[in-house]
């Protein structure tokens, strides 16, 4: 191993590319046929969409599954059946994606942030207690990077105070709280197949839920306002077209059916790397597991970076450097919302006012996470992560 950093001249630890994404055969080709030879392309008259939706609900452990063309709509389609809207204040989590929040925006209720739980980074329970208002309609926990987040707790007190609670799943296909898969353990539950996703068809997203009034509501909406069995232009109340081309459908089919394997290829490499990364480099702390969370989708593996241990160096120069040693799948995480222009600028001062949040914006300074296409390979791979890690540490220390 080259003892100069490459990003200082040296050669790098690694030259070859992480595992392909995305991973598609003769399924999604045989699929995708058939779709075009049928001339059957849209979900109306398909039935490749349909078929998926029945699955992956009955996956997730769902009745009902609504697809639409992304996670960002999945979201607001969800909360509009909630009968979310202006005037209504929504609590939700600060480090997610912008989708969270703006879905919250785009129906003209105001998104409120409560901290998150810096042993998870999920939504904190406490803190979303104290967030809550009159105006308080709903909750939205955001099962990061797979890891769900306190359902006992969030569940309770979405009861408690008469809320209703939407899962944002986008990333936890999969994955469960206490033996059961996250989606349908709220009254909705959003996940999203856009193309960085576990199982992806480059965009899709779909609802799934238990409560037939809900699913009805989400099929209403994002099928312009009609009903099931109604005339073509009986239109019973204001909605959307969010249907997803059966195109979609035909390759989502074929990526469910390989996310069992996959899903395990993530979890034993991402069990080898929680082992290895530790003994090996100081200052590089990944999330500790919880014995709750019966599944993970492991979408993502997040860690804490100390500069401490690599000489005072930022987290954005020890990035700058792992790219440059041929770690390409790494990034710096969410910046925290609230910190966010484009939310900034829709928030009122006396919304801002209320974002005292410093577990999101420590997150926002020192997390390292590395995507999942690193976790379909061997343990080479990691194995490269780590040395590449190590590597910048000594040069450094």
Same mark, same amino acid.
């Given at each position: 191993m080259s003892t100069q950093l490459a990003i200082d001249g040296g050669a790098p630890v690694r030259t070859t590319p992480f595992h392909p994404w995305p991973v598609f055969g003769e399924a999604e080709e045989r699929n995708l046929l058939?779709?075009?030879?049928?001339?059957?392309?849209?979900?109306?008259?398909?039935?490749?969409?349909?078929? @998926?939706?029945?699955?992956?609900? %009955?996956?997730?452990?769902?009745? @009902?599954?609504?697809?639409?063309?992304?996670?960002?709509?999945?979201?607001?389609?969800a909360?509009?059946?909630?009968?979310?809207?202006?005037?209504?204040?929504?609590?939700?989590?600060?480090?997610? @994606?912008?989708?969270?929040?703006?879905?919250?925006?785009?129906?003209?209720?105001?998104?409120?942030?409560?901290d998150i739980d810096p042993s998870s980074y999920n939504l904190a329970p406490a803190q979303v207690e104290g967030a809550l208002s009159e105006k308080t309609r709903a909750i939205i926990p955001v099962h990061l990077g797979g890891r769900p987040a306190d359902m006992d707790a969030l569940l309770a007190l979405a009861k408690k105070h008469n809320l209703r609670l939407l899962e944002d799943a986008c990333q936890a296909w999969g994955s469960e709280w206490r033996g059961r898969r996250v989606g349908a353990l709220g009254d909705l539950g959003a996940f999203s197949f856009q193309a960085s996703k576990n199982i992806?068809?480059?965009?899709?997203g779909i609802v799934v839920t238990n409560d037939p009034d809900l699913a009805e509501k989400c099929w209403s909406i994002h099928n312009v306002g009609r009903l099931r069995g109604g005339a073509w232009y009986q239109h019973e109340m204001v909605g959307l077209n969010l249907r997803l081309?059966?195109?979609?459908?035909?390759?989502?089919?074929?990526?469910?059916?390989?996310?069992?394997?996959?899903? %395990?290829?993530?979890?034993?490499?991402?069990?080898?790397?929680?082992?290895?990364?530790?003994?090996?480099?100081?200052?590089?702390?990944?999330?500790?597991?919880?014995?709750?969370?019966?599944?993970?989708?492991r979408h993502l593996f997040i860690m804490r970076y100390s500069p401490q241990a690599f000489g005072g160096r930022s987290r954005d120069e020890f990035l700058r450097a792992m790219v440059a040693e041929g770690i390409t799948p790494i990034s710096n995480g969410y910046i925290p919302l609230?910190?966010?222009?484009?939310?900034?600028?829709?928030?009122?001062?006396?919304?801002?006012?209320?974002?005292?949040?410093?577990? %999101?914006?420590? %997150?926002?300074?020192?997390?390292?996470?590395?995507?999942q296409t690193a976790f379909l390979g061997s343990h080479s791979d990691l194995d490269s992560i780590v040395e590449a890690a190590r590597k910048i540490q000594m040069t450094w220390a």
């Open positions: 058939e779709v075009l030879h049928s001339g059957k392309w849209g979900v109306l008259t398909g039935t490749k969409v349909t078929d @998926f939706e029945q699955k992956f609900s %009955a996956y997730q452990g769902a009745k @009902f599954g609504i697809c639409v063309p992304n996670g960002t709509l999945a979201l607001e389609m909360l509009r059946a909630m009968g979310i809207g202006p005037g209504d204040e929504v609590i939700t989590t600060p480090y997610t @994606f912008i989708a969270t929040a703006s879905s919250i925006l785009l129906t003209g209720a105001t998104p409120v942030f409560a992806t068809a480059g965009e899709g081309p059966d195109w979609e459908g035909a390759v989502l089919l074929a990526q469910l059916e390989r996310l069992p394997q996959q899903a %395990a290829t993530r979890e034993a490499n991402t069990r080898y790397l929680q082992q290895v990364l530790p003994a090996e480099v100081r200052g590089l702390t990944p999330l500790a597991d919880d014995a709750r969370v019966t599944a993970n989708s609230h910190q966010s222009p484009a939310i900034r600028r829709a928030l009122s001062a006396e919304a801002l006012d209320r974002c005292e949040l410093p577990a %999101a914006e420590q %997150a926002g300074l020192d997390t390292v996470w590395i995507n």
